[in-house]
């Protein structure tokens, strides 16, 4: 199964900063990877799909890019509810894998 | 509205077995391949199977190959997992999703756009 590496596993950031997750591929993936937004006790919400494509009503602030094994997801000018975990999720082969997730914290 | 509504979870002993159900409305949903995900607790997120819309392929994660099985009745517009020969391990909140599927006139995406609220499965004795 390929293995997916997010980092950092948590960050503090404040409202207003610019803040950017990695997540790699134990093997190349193409662009075949989303990025999604989960708060405690709600369901996952996808942000981004096939690397760079924003789902239809997520902010403009999110936003991801790259291909291959080096993948990011960046939030521009962080807002109070966007203090979440947050996961890569890579849809190239079976079965389907996870980054660890990263916790978004407030300063 | 679409939506999706799951029920089924609950207490079991190891080596019991549940049936979980995930209703959809407000899509067709014959046309989309379903998906169940499940998270232990305070842990993160793992993809279990999935089912093409017309049920003629699906696939699982390695640790439930064997013991977990994924149908759908489009009639009922409803998506099941089986889970049998439970283990601790398998305690864990259960979520189907629904993926919208996108082309880029090249390759098919995942696109897990729709989800259910979970249903939480406990395997303790």
């Known amino acids: 199964a390929i293995q997916m590496t997010q980092s950092p596993s948590s960050l503090s950031a404040s409202v207003g900063d610019t803040v950017t997750i990695t997540c790699r591929a134990s093997?190349?993936?193409?662009?075949?990877l989303g990025w999604y937004q989960q708060k405690p006790g709600k369901a996952p919400n996808l942000l981004i799909y096939?690397?760079?494509n924003l789902q239809s009503g997520v902010p403009s602030r999110f936003s991801g890019s790259g291909s291959g094994t080096h993948f990011t997801l960046t939030i521009n000018s962080l807002q109070p509810e966007d203090f979440a975990t947050y996961y890569c999720l890579q849809d190239y082969n079976y079965p389907r894998t996870f980054g660890q997730g990263t916790k978004v914290e407030i300063k | 509205e679409v939506q999706l509504v799951e029920s089924g979870g609950g207490s079991v002993l190891p080596g019991g077995s549940l049936r979980l159900s995930c209703a959809a409305s407000?899509?067709?949903?014959?046309?989309?391949?379903m998906t169940w995900f499940r998270q232990a607790p305070g842990q993160g997120l793992e993809w279990v199977a999935n089912i093409k819309g017309d049920g003629s392929q699906n696939y699982y994660v390695d640790s439930v190959k064997g013991r977990f099985t994924i149908s759908r009745d489009n009639a009922k517009r409803s998506l099941y997992l089986q889970l049998n020969s439970l283990r601790a391990e398998d305690t864990a909140v259960y979520y189907c999703?629904?993926?919208?599927?996108?082309?880029?006139?090249?390759?098919?995406?995942?696109?897990?756009?729709?989800w259910g609220q979970g249903t939480m499965v406990t395997v303790s004795s």
């Open positions: 407000g899509f067709t949903f014959t046309n989309y391949w």
């Open positions: 093997q190349g993936i193409r662009s075949d």
């Open positions: 096939a690397a760079s």
């Open positions: 999703a629904r993926d919208g599927n996108y082309h880029d006139g090249r390759y098919y995406y995942d696109v897990f756009d729709v």
